[in-house]
Structure formats: structure tokens, C-alpha cells
């Protein structure tokens, strides 16, 4: 077993480890004891003079507004985020959600076509295809990494696949090589879903730049943001510019302003966005370098409780860390990963249950009342998602698939140590812990 930082020897001198000791275990916070820290671990958004200095920079030129006429800094942004991803084109957009939807159309998806992506993931990368009107298919993950599986991937290719949209889950690049070999082979798209995946590699390459296109999110709890915003990332010149015309009404920058060609929405974002992300782009090599070193404290950590299991990395990638993975064995502490979650927030350190359900198991796809008109009942025939699709998706929503956010790594690294003692009081409150099950139920 790979020991934790020598700290943890001098924690059992504490006055905590010493109640262990005596078999006076504290109260758990969650039935109302005192929790291990009552400060956030981790601060996010990290907000400098720097980004108040950029907002002030814009108020005080007086133009708000870009467009694909003209702007200052979405124009600069857009550069620099293209220089840093390692990619010919980035168009900025209004989300990730948006540029989800932008890139999407933009590959010319129409009625009826299928778009394999994971369930292990945001509602958006699946509602995404379905604004498009095209019907999702889900493949199974790897349970290790959380990604999308290459061999399912295959088993679901039909006649009518257009597309696959590949999440780098958490942070940790998905398999990018069997997924463009599948994706040649078979004359596909591949869109990767970079959301959570800032400045992460794949065998020596970015992410955003090894599919057809990549999008990213700036939303407020992303590894770099501006509150809300996205980009649609590529290396091809005529995929940039229909995105640029779909984000602005379909318009064209060779024509005029009322002059529209094509079914777009209004997708922008913001000069004092642009200027915001220029800030936090500088900053993120910094911030995801940070988040790598304690990553491996908290994997130390992680590693001395064998009721978790620390996050996987593959040998030939740079994980981002935007989510730090765990798995839980629910038989080593008798209760739900809802109730650990629970008990551990309650001590003041943020261990979340992860998603609860896979995609398909929201409303939107499982209720046959709540499913859009377009594109499932346009198609004169049943699409039916439902449980034991894609089973080990299921086995980690439903029982051990659990994560810290990825902020935490940005905290002091001996604040990390709070982790340690919030999972070992947590462990040993035995029954307490099993009573909170029974509360909390």
C-alpha cells in the first residue's frame, strides 16, 4: 500500500487520532457533531485584480458588444485559446451547451441520423444532438476511466450513425486513437467534448485538436471561466467559419448585416467574457499544473481507506483534473455513496455522489410522454432507453462512482490533510454512520 505524506503520522498525536485511540470516536457532523473544518476547501473561482483590471479595461473603451465584423478582445481570445489548444480555429461562444448545439449543425446532422455519445456525462451532450433532431445512441464506459468505451462504440454503429461525440470525462482524455480509426473507417465525425478537459493530453497531443472539432466550457466551475461561456475548437478553416455564421443568425461576413443564410441563433460572447478568459487562460497552466502535484497527495491519501479507491490515470495522458475520481466499495462501510456523501460534506470536505443516473434514465429520454416531437416521434418508430443499456454506466451512478471537485487541488496542499481526517472519522463512526444511513433515508 503506497504511504500518505509523512503528516499523518503527526496527526495520530492529535487530540482527534488520540479519541480514536480510546475508542471515543467524535460525533459525526451529520447527526450533529463537530465537523473536521468549517472553512471551504479549495477557493473557485480564483478572481485577481487582473480580471477586475480587464472588465475595467473594456467598461471604460465603451464597447460591449463583439461580433464576426469586428471586436477587440473575443478576437485576441479567440487566438491566444487557439495558440494555447494547439489548433488552426477557436470561435468563442455563449456555453458549452452552445457550442455543442453551433458545431452539431454545423457537421450538417439532419432528421433520423444517430449521434453515438456516453451516458456518463452532463444532460447537454446528449440534448444537444436531440436539438439537432438526431437521435442519441449510448455506448458503455470504461470503468476505470469513466470514457467512452471504443469497443461498444462499434456494437452501436448502424446505417444511419452521423457522429461521435466523445467526452474526456473528469479531465482524463478519452481513447482517442480507437476512436478515430473506428471514425475513418466507418466515414464519421468525431466531436470531442472537451468541457472538463483544459490543457489535457493524449499521448503527447492536446485535447480539442485530435477530432474533427472540440468544444470547451467556461462555465463558472470549469478549470478556466468567465461565469459562463464556451469555444468550438478545429483544424478546418470551413467548419470554423460555418460555426461563426451559425453562433451569429446565419449570417455571413461577406455580406451584410440583415443578410441571413442559414438557421442560426445568437451564440456570442461577450467582450468583458473575452477579456475575463484572457486573464484565466494565462493563469491555467499554473492552475492545472497545481492540480496535478495534489492530485498525487490526494491519491496517497485516498489510497490508505480501502472503502475508496483513487482515481486512474493511463500512463500516456495529462489528466486536467477539473473532477478528482474515486471509486467506493459500498460493502466496506454498509451504506449508500449518498450517505457517505453526505457525512463527509458534513464534515466540511466536498466528496459529491457524482452523477445520479446515467443520461437515458432522466425524464427527457426514459418517460415516452416527456420525449420531444422531434426528432423521436417525427421517425414513425419507438426509440426506448431505459435501465441495463449500459451496465457498468449504471453500476458506477448507482453505487460507486463518486469525486472531489477539482478545485480542492487548488487549495493549500497540507489543507488536503483535512481529507484524511474526515474519511477516517467517517470510518470509524460504525454504527453512527449506519444510524445516518437510516436518517438520511
Not at 278 to 291: F, H, N, S
Request: aromatic share 8%.
Amino acid at each position: 500500500m503506497i504511504g500518505i505524506p509523512s503528516s499523518r503520522c503527526r496527526r495520530r498525536a492529535t487530540a482527534f487520532s488520540s479519541a480514536v485511540r480510546r475508542n471515543s470516536v467524535p460525533k459525526l457532523a451529520v447527526l450533529g457533531g463537530e465537523p473536521v473544518r468549517r472553512q471551504p476547501l479549495g477557493r473557485w473561482p480564483i478572481i485577481t485584480d487582473e480580471e477586475v483590471e480587464a472588465v475595467t479595461r473594456v467598461l471604460r473603451r465603451g464597447k460591449l458588444f463583439a461580433s464576426m465584423y469586428g471586436s477587440e478582445e473575443v478576437a485576441k481570445f479567440e487566438e491566444e485559446f487557439a495558440a494555447a489548444m494547439g489548433v488552426k480555429r477557436a470561435v468563442s461562444v455563449s456555453s458549452g451547451t452552445a457550442a455543442l448545439d453551433v458545431v452539431l449543425r454545423a457537421i450538417g446532422l439532419k432528421l433520423g441520423d444517430e449521434v453515438i455519445t456516453t451516458p456518463y456525462t452532463f444532460i447537454a451532450t446528449a440534448t444537444s444532438i436531440v436539438h439537432n433532431h438526431a437521435v442519441p445512441v449510448f455506448a458503455d464506459v470504461d470503468p476505470k476511466t469513466r470514457n467512452i468505451d471504443p469497443d461498444d462504440v462499434k456494437r452501436k454503429i448502424t446505417e444511419r450513425t452521423k457522429a461521435i461525440v466523445v467526452v474526456h470525462i473528469a479531465g482524463h482524455p478519452a481513447e482517442m486513437d480507437e476512436i478515430m480509426e473506428i471514425a475513418e473507417e466507418k466515414g464519421l465525425y468525431v466531436i470531442e467534448d472537451a468541457a472538463q478537459a483544459h490543457l489535457a493530453e493524449y499521448k503527447g497531443r492536446k485535447v480539442g485538436g485530435i477530432g474533427h472539432a472540440a468544444i470547451f466550457s467556461f462555465q463558472e466551475s470549469k478549470n478556466m471561466t468567465a461565469g459562463e461561456g464556451g469555444a468550438i475548437t478545429t483544424n478546418d478553416d470551413e467548419l470554423a467559419e460555418r460555426c461563426i455564421s451559425l453562433r451569429e443568425h446565419g449570417r455571413r461576413r461577406d455580406k451584410p448585416w440583415y443578410y441571413h443564410e442559414a438557421l442560426g441563433w445568437n451564440y456570442r460572447l461577450t467582450e468583458m467574457q473575452a477579456a475575463i478568459l484572457r486573464v484565466q487562460l494565462k493563469r491555467l497552466p499554473a492552475v492545472t499544473e497545481e492540480r496535478r502535484r495534489n492530485a498525487e497527495r490526494l491519491g496517497k491519501i485516498i489510497s490508505e481507506f480501502d472503502f475508496l479507491r483513487p482515481s486512474y490515470v493511463a500512463p500516456y495522458v495529462k489528466h486536467a483534473y477539473h473532477l478528482y475520481l474515486v471509486d467506493y466499495d459500498p460493502s466496506k462501510l454498509g451504506v449508500s455513496k449518498a450517505v457517505l456523501a453526505r457525512a463527509v460534506q458534513a464534515e466540511g470536505v466536498p466528496l459529491a455522489e457524482g452523477y445520479y443516473w446515467p443520461v437515458y434514465e432522466n425524464p427527457i429520454f426514459s418517460d415516452p410522454e416527456r420525449m420531444p416531437e422531434v426528432p423521436f416521434k417525427l421517425l414513425g418508430k419507438q426509440v426506448r432507453y431505459g435501465r441495463g443499456l449500459c451496465p457498468v454506466a449504471e453500476k458506477l451512478c448507482y453505487e460507486t462512482g463518486m469525486w472531489f471537485p477539482g478545485h480542492i487541488l487548488n487549495a493549500p496542499a497540507e489543507e488536503l490533510d483535512d481529507v484524511a481526517r474526515a474519511l477516517e472519522k467517517v470510518e470509524k463512526a460504525g454504527d453512527e454512520l449506519r444510524e445516518a444511513a437510516r436518517r438520511l433515508s
